[in-house]
């Protein structure tokens, strides 16, 4: 081998070494925001839920708010994104027709997106309708969404005389020195954390094993 090119190959051996001495060096970057994924359920008794709609403020809302005053509570969360929504509906009554439960994903911006609606209808009371969805491409609740943001994520549908469980599988950002956007309570407790429904503070779908915003 020439001595020119050995002496270029030593030159470009010691400048990797170089460069790998100054990675170990140098602290790596990392994501500064605290992100936090949470599986949240909620349930309704004898409710028709026709219709109910999700957005982010009112995921970010059911993913914990403190109270500050009486009066007043503030979102943990400044951002959210939800991985999978799992549903059960059971009908209540012998004789029954069963039970129908549905989510509609809502398309982004208003004009992409495919709108997916998955469905199931169960036939007896012995197995529940069970719908088990991810957020489709180019939804609204496939990428990130600020918690300020009241755009629909998606719908879900229950017929009447049903027992229903919701799982939310979400990632959410936690504020950093900032207050999210007031929700007004009611004889709150101050430092209390509370826990909204899936639909919002007084909405239908309620939080399991959690304490309920007042």
Same mark, same amino acid.
């Given at each position: 081998?020439?001595?020119?090119?050995?002496?270029?190959?030593? &030159?470009?051996?010691?400048?990797?070494?170089?460069?790998?001495?100054?990675?170990?060096?140098?602290?790596?970057?990392?994501?500064?925001?605290? $992100?936090?994924?949470?599986?949240?359920?909620?349930?309704?008794?004898?409710?028709?839920?026709?219709?109910? +709609?999700? +957005?982010?403020?009112?995921?970010?809302?059911?993913?914990?708010?403190?109270?500050?005053?009486?009066?007043?509570?503030? !979102?943990? /969360? @400044?951002?959210?994104?939800?991985?999978?929504?799992?549903?059960?509906?059971?009908?209540?009554?012998?004789?029954?027709?069963?039970?129908?439960?549905?989510?509609?994903?809502?398309?982004?911006?208003?004009?992409?997106?495919?709108?997916?609606? &998955?469905?199931?209808?169960?036939?007896?009371?012995?197995?529940?309708?069970? &719908?088990?969805?991810?957020? !489709?491409?180019?939804?609204?609740?496939?990428?990130?969404?600020?918690?300020?943001? @009241?755009?629909?994520?998606?719908?879900?549908?229950?017929?009447?005389?049903?027992?229903?469980?919701?799982? &939310?599988?979400? $990632?959410?950002?936690?504020?950093?020195?900032? /207050?999210?956007?007031?929700?007004?309570?009611?004889?709150?407790? $101050?430092?209390?954390?509370?826990?909204?429904?899936?639909?919002?503070?007084?909405?239908?779908?309620?939080? $399991?094993?959690?304490?309920?915003? +007042?």
């Amino acid at each position: 081998m020439p001595k020119s090119k050995k002496s270029k190959q030593n &030159v470009q051996g010691a400048g990797k070494a170089e460069a790998k001495k100054m990675m170990k060096i140098h602290p790596p970057q990392f994501l500064a925001n605290p $992100v936090v994924p949470m599986k949240l359920r909620f349930s309704v008794a004898n409710s028709s839920a026709t219709g109910i +709609t999700v +957005t982010p403020f009112t995921i970010c809302q059911a993913g914990g708010m403190m109270a500050v005053t009486t009066s007043t509570q503030y !979102p943990l /969360a @400044t951002a959210v994104k939800v991985s999978r929504v799992r549903l059960w509906a059971s009908a209540t009554g012998a004789g029954s027709n069963g039970a129908t439960a549905s989510i509609q994903w809502a398309g982004s911006g208003g004009n992409f997106g495919s709108n997916f609606d &998955v469905s199931d209808t169960s036939l007896s009371q012995a197995y529940p309708a069970h &719908v088990d969805s991810r957020p !489709p491409a180019r939804s609204l609740a496939a990428d990130w969404s600020v918690g300020t943001n @009241t755009g629909t994520l998606f719908q879900i549908a229950i017929s009447s005389n049903t027992e229903v469980l919701i799982d &939310v599988d979400a $990632v959410f950002v936690l504020n950093d020195g900032t /207050a999210g956007t007031v929700v007004t309570a009611s004889g709150a407790s $101050v430092g209390t954390v509370y826990y909204a429904p899936l639909d919002g503070r007084g909405g239908v779908l309620l939080p $399991v094993s959690k304490t309920v915003a +007042t």
